[in-house]
């Protein structure tokens, strides 16, 4: 009966989802990258040595990634640009950029025309600012606005604002410059729509997002370690292959996910990488079961998990889909190139490759964590407090992700995806919730493929639904 039910929501999940994705609010289409990473870096060095600034090369950079004008992406989500108008629009204006990350240092590269956009950590000198702008995006710029800052953590002093018009009545070229004793020490050329202020998370925002989420680790590093330690002593560890096995997967995933998706693997670009593959290792063997179950009835246990994984992973696909669709009449903005990343990176026949790992890297990784060690924990403080706090917990891992709030992702898993992934986890247990959470970024990386390749789509799907092949398994075993 409660299988019954879930194949039930799970239909009616599935009618929403297809309802919500064919006649739901469509975002404008921005176009797919043709150019290489090397384009992007042949690019930024040209444009540096034009301002004669340090350029960064391929092995210095730690991030790189497509980051979309809030601003600009809301307005023409809103106004329905098509494809003609949102061409003109792009050529005034960068719809979104390439940034590359340094610890020291961040520029951003518009891909469409290879001008550098943004620069941080910089300095040149110059005793007339507006011509600086008009040498480097062009005439029509007027000084808008002068700020100061007086702060003791200040890392300018004088801020001066330009705006020149474009085509379109409601929106602006806009450029900032920020001064320390006259020689400028960034700049920033961006879109701005009008009622669409920008969110702008700058390089010491940034920065803080990646220190809460990596103290976030660290403090998990501590405390399992400790955890870990008290049950070797106490020789209350039950298995060690089985979490071993899984920790290899899961690690190479993250290592080739941080690659993939423009991360450095190398010096502090490792460390994220090294956390989550230790804390997956750790909090397995913690939790781990031992079973006198043959290699051959675990693998035929699997069954039910993977069906029952699936049917909750449609359940979720359309919880979240309704989320983001409601949240969207309300100036919600998730970012059309959150993929583009991959694309520059990768040969596209990797994607699927890149699809598998962001399914079992996440779904090990995460579930062992937030599910399989943090809710018997927080159990002990009643299940609203164990909801909302792995909840939470799980959303400050995705803070960083680019959408208007910045929060909404928190927002969407501490009201559906965390209550939800909880109950799966409670009511069918520990595989189940993986398989969902695999289930579930399979099919939302694969999606997209559809767009970029149909072929390599197909591909995708068939990696995406290859745990059914256990099912084939169990056939031939029957027969013996």
Known sequence: MKNRRLT????????????????????????????????IFNALDYSAKQL????????????VDAVANNSIGRYVDE??????????????VPLYTIEVDTFLKAYQVNPQNGELTSATSINIATDNVEQFVIDQFGAGYELQSEERDNSIFAEWEVKKTFVAETSFDNVSKMVDVYLINNDIVQFDHYGLAENYPLQQVDSTGQMILYIIIFLFLVVMF????????????????????????????????????????????????????????????ATLMIRWKKSKQTVSTKLLSFKKP????????IISLALSESFFFIASFFGAWVSPVLNHGALIQLDVWMLPIFSLFIGLSAAITEESIFRNYMIPSFDRLGVIVSVI??????????????????????IDFIIITGPLFYFVYKRYGFKTVIFLH????????TLFLFSVDVKVAFVSLLITLSPFLLF????TDSTV
Do not use: C
């Open 472 to 475: 084939l398994y169990r056939r």
């Open 222 to 281: 501590f405390i399992v370690t400790i955890h870990l330690i008290i049950k070797l002593v106490k020789k209350q560890i039950e298995g060690f292959i089985g979490p071993l096995l899984l920790t290899i997967v899961a690690g190479f995933g993250w290592f080739y996910l941080t690659n993939a998706m423009g991360g450095a693997i190398s010096g502090i670009g490792m460390i994220e990488p090294a956390l989550m593959t230790y804390l997956t290792f």
């Open 438 to 445: 695999f289930f579930y970024n399979t099919w939302v990386t």
């Open 8 to 39: 039930i929501f799970a239909g009616i999940g599935l009618i929403a989802y297809i309802l919500i994705m064919f006649f739901g609010n469509s975002s404008s289409g921005y176009s797919l990258p043709d150019y290489t990473k090397s384009d």
């Open 79 to 92: 106004k329905q640009l098509d494809q003609q108008q949102l061409t003109i629009l792009e050529k005034e």
């Open 306 to 313: 993977i069906w029952l994984g699936l049917l909750a992973a």
């Open 389 to 410: 706090a792995t909840s939470v917990l799980w959303g400050i891992l995705h803070i960083g992700y680019d959408m208007f709030p910045w929060y909404l992702y928190v």
């Open 52 to 63: 004669h600034i340090p350029s960064i090369t391929e092995e210095e950079a730690m991030y």
